[in-house]
């Protein structure tokens, strides 16, 4: 039934309901189930509809929210996908794993007294629903170009990419050194946030709309980017950040003290059907385990949130500032804490001791020390101090390093020396037109912002789309090859 807007001073904001803690502990399936036709109806018009649409602005992608709000209170539910996925090529991704806290929801004008709108819940809602009734089609073009476009990296932002070049009529090859599509989406995010499914229907229609993918195919072992720049007309760099940062202290070389994202990929393969030795042997598995991971980002909110569902004896989570300091969504602490996540705020590692001695062997504990917030750093942070004669000891025999992740040397790895990167590491673009030092070559996602969010790889993979066809539109004629058309072929 069609809905009268600006219902927010009668109708209470509602999320869908939340699975219980023991059913969520039990399994990686989606925490939140879906809105009804009427709570989605009845929560979009809790909206009032303003004149400047501040969650808009704040919405990294400028999603049309006021308008697809009303749609769907409307009723119009065909309509508010078109205009959700006008802007954003993964609506069902965003509403369920944007930190909409701090984007479209955080600026709702609605949020002081009334509890803002819950756009993300609608958008996937919406979405959803499209793809139950059909809606959601191939994105076959009505007329083939002749140009082609290698893009490296089969995450958000490359896919956001081939989806408008494909949409377009180009041909797109796009390489991934993982078997499957998604990056991070499939192998880095776990279930109970973002079920694979919803990665996987998403892969096959590119598939089914003619994006051609090199799945097992590692640019820098394969091929280097010279090759792709000849088999290319233009080439997408959207390969993300991999390299873990390391925490320097005694033992961070012992047994079971490991990476987060080798942790994770190995939960997600494992859900996925595969065998990983790692798991099996127990190396990559919290069951039975007192764990602890080191991190505060949302790295560390999904390691231990997989660590509960994976059975752990205890799971603490140690983060060197405070709660209200801490860079995950305060949305994932707080699922956490209910799944009986402990949080030891204000403390970092000292040393890891091993069972068999100080260096050696499996872990058993973490020495700790206490920390206080100082003045606030170059960033506006306050900086954590540590305290003295503060140490302390928890019981662990599995460690997870969350502690962020940098840049992988792509010039050495990709045989380019020539392409150009800040001392961070990451690739230097040109912010109006995402294209690089080198001609022809564009970057978009985590590899040019460093860690960074779904949202805003999408938006740099649909502003760099942009870009490549207005690149490729003003080549002059003798520039449009032929080239020399090589078929790339991975390795192994
Ligand atoms: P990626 O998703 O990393 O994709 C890069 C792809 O490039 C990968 O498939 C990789 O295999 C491929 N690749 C890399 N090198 C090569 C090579 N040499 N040759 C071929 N292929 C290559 N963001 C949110 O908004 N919400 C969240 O809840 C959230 N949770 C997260 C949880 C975890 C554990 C992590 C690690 C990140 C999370 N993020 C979250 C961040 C988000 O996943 C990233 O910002 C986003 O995926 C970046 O997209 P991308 O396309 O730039 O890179
Ligand atoms: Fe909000 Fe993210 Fe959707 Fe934008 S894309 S409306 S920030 S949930
Ligand atoms: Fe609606 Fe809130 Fe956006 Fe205003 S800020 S248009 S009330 S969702």
New binding site residues.
């Given amino acids: 039934m069609a809905q009268k807007m600006l219902k927010f001073v009668t109708v209470e904001q509602r999320m869908p309901t939340k699975r219980s803690t023991a059913e969520r502990a039990a399994d990686f399936q989606e925490i939140y189930d879906r809105f009804s036709t009427s709570q989605a109806a009845e929560q979009a018009a809790r909206c009032s509809q303003c004149g400047v649409p501040y969650c808009q602005i704040h919405c990294p992608l400028n999603n049309n929210i006021p308008d697809w709000l009303k749609l769907t209170a409307e009723g119009r539910l065909e309509e508010a996908y078109e205009l959700a996925s006008a802007t954003n090529t993964l609506p069902e991704v965003c509403g369920r ?3 909409q806290d701090r984007l479209c929801e955080g600026n709702c004008v609605i949020e002081r007294n009334f509890d803002s709108v819950t756009i993300g819940a609608v958008e996937r809602y919406i979405t959803d629903t499209a793809w139950d009734q059909g809606w959601i089609k191939p994105f076959t073009p009505k007329r083939e170009l002749a140009a082609s476009i290698g893009i ?7 896919l956001a990419a081939a989806e408008r070049l494909r949409r377009r009529g180009y041909e797109v090859h796009v ?4 078997d499957r599509i ?4 499939i192998y ?2 776990p279930g109970f ?1 973002l079920e694979k499914e919803v990665v996987q229907r998403r892969a096959k229609q590119y598939v089914d709309s003619g994006v051609i993918f090199h799945l097992n ?4 072992r394969d091929a280097t980017l010279q090759e792709l720049r000849d088999r290319h007309d233009a080439v997408l760099i ?5 390299k873990p940062r390391d925490v320097a202290v005694p033992g961070a070389g012992l047994d079971n003290v490991v990476p ?2 080798d942790y ?1 990929i190995a939960a997600n393969r494992v859900g996925l059907g595969d065998t990983v030795a790692a798991f099996t042997s127990g190396q990559l598995n919290a069951a039975d385990r007192h764990v602890v991971v080191i991190g505060g980002g ?2 560390a909110m ?1 390691c231990v949130r997989t660590a509960v569902r994976q059975g752990a004896k205890s799971v603490k989570c140690l983060y060197r500032r405070d709660r209200d300091n801490m860079p995950g ?1 305060m949305r994932e602490v707080k699922n956490a804490e209910e799944e009986g996540v402990e949080f030891i705020w204000l403390s970092a590692p000292q040393a890891f001791v091993g069972a068999d001695g100080d260096g050696v062997g499996a872990v058993k504990a973490v020495l700790a020390q206490r920390m206080r917030l100082g003045s606030p750093d170059a960033s506006g942070r306050r900086s954590p101090e540590a305290v003295k004669d503060s140490t302390f000891r928890i019981e662990a025999d599995l460690v997870i390093k969350a502690l962020g ?1 940098d840049p992988e040397d792509l010039p050495t ?1 990709f045989n380019a020396p020539e392409l150009e990167v800040t001392r961070w590491g990451t690739v230097k673009v040109d912010h109006k037109t995402a294209m690089t030092n080198l001609d022809g070559v564009f970057a ?4 040019v912002r460093g ?7 999408i938006r740099d993979g649909r502003d760099a789309a942009a870009a490549i066809d207005k690149y490729l539109a003003a080549r002059p004629a003798r520039d449009a090859r032929p080239r020399k058309r090589k078929v790339l072929v991975a390795a192994s």
Wanted: charged fraction near 15%.
């Fill in positions: 794993i944007c930190p490296i990296g089969a995450g958000p932002g490359g390489y991934d050194r993982y998604g990056g991070l989406l880095g995010i946030k195919f590692e640019v820098g959207a390969t993300g950040v991999y987060a994202l994770l949302d790295t999904d969504s992740f790895l978009v996602g985590d590899i860690a960074s969010l779904v949202v805003w790889a």
